[in-house]
């Protein structure tokens, strides 16, 4: 008898400890559902902005084009010359190609080739004939250091295209390295000035 009463004890014991197992899974289980269902929500918020999050960068890309922006360019050379001019947009002939600046532009660093430099300001463009180098621009401050320069009102149109039929001639004869080297540099050099001469004379 006593055994059968132990058995049965502990029957009912085991039954009650599998309801508390199963209503705590329960409960658990109700929990993780909620707390996914929350986060779920956090994440979709997050990847898709609401109205005013919207405008409020909109806003911020057109104040960063705001006219009244300007660019201080500073030209140097080696020997300590240079310029230094207030505009609103910078062509800087790259290594890689023409290469646009304007007011509140990255921070940036470039390398650039023999060629013309071309600022706006007040409205009209100006050349500057820069013998390769390198910009950096930062905070609208473009600093350009150039091996040398030359305004385009020190050129005189008619000396810088022979200059640059002589640089072909000199050229189309080289043979060695070195000579091809040097007459791409003095070909580059000569077409430069005579495109900022032309672009000053209003030909170009």
């Known amino acids: 008898v006593c055994f059968f009463l132990q058995s049965v004890l502990g029957n009912i014991k085991n039954k009650t400890m599998a309801r508390s197992q ?22 979709v918020g997050a990847g898709v902005p609401d ?14 084009s705001s006219p009244t922006d300007r660019v201080q360019l500073k030209v140097l050379s080696p020997e300590g010359d240079g ?13 890689s190609g023409q290469l646009g600046v304007l007011a509140n532009h990255a921070p940036m660093m470039s ?17 500057l004939v ?15 250091l150039v091996n ?25 004869k080289a043979e060695s390295k070195k000579e091809k080297l040097d007459a791409t540099t003095r070909l580059k050099k000569a077409s430069a000035r005579l495109q900022a001469a032309m672009f000053l004379s209003g030909k170009k």
């Open 22 to 43: 199963a209503s705590g899974l329960i409960c658990l289980a109700a929990f993780m559902g909620l707390a996914v269902r929350q986060l779920g929500t956090a994440f």
């Open 51 to 64: 109205s005013h999050t919207r405008g409020v960068a909109l806003r911020a890309e057109e104040g960063s």
């Open 83 to 95: 310029i230094k001019e207030t505009c609103s947009e910078v062509i800087l002939p790259s290594a």
């Open 111 to 127: 390398a650039l080739d023999v060629g013309v430099l071309r600022y706006k300001q007040g409205g009209k463009w100006k050349p």
């Open 130 to 144: 820069v013998m390769g180098g390198f910009a950096t621009i930062d905070s609208n401050t473009l600093s350009v």
């Open 148 to 172: 040398d320069w030359e305004t385009a009102d020190d050129i005189d149109a008619n000396q810088a295209k022979g200059d640059m039929e002589s640089a072909t001639q000199a050229l189309e």
